[in-house]
């Protein structure tokens, strides 16, 4: 398995929810999580997908922490179809 196929799962799983999942890109500011998840009603969070067994550098994990402290909910090391239910549960719960 690969990451892309982790990240396509987590995109369909937000979207069967009336979500967006998309790939958030920052030039010049590194760190940033893979993809921003957007919920009706406005809930939003952040996902680090990564390859199974694969973890994250420190600059990403500084920037989760950051992104943490500003109240924002970030998901760390989604590496398995089994993390990325937890997740669609997280949003599933939101978007009732």
């Known amino acids: ?5 982790i ?4 995109r369909d799983r937000v979207k069967s929810v009336g979500g967006l999942c998309l790939k958030f890109i920052t030039p010049g500011f590194t760190g940033v999580p893979d993809r921003i998840i957007l919920l009706p009603g406005g809930t939003m969070a952040f996902a680090e ?3 199974p067994g694969k973890r994250e550098r420190q ?3 500084f920037v989760q922490s ?4 500003l109240g924002f909910t970030v998901f ?3 590496d398995s179809y089994e993390k990325v239910e937890g997740v669609f549960a997280w949003c599933r719960e939101r978007s009732l």
């Open 1 to 5: 398995m690969l990451e892309r196929d």
């Open 7 to 10: 990240e396509r799962r987590l």
């Open 49 to 51: 997908l990564k390859a």
């Open 59 to 61: 600059r990403q994990l």
């Open 66 to 69: 950051v992104l943490r402290r």
């Open 76 to 78: 760390s090391a989604i």
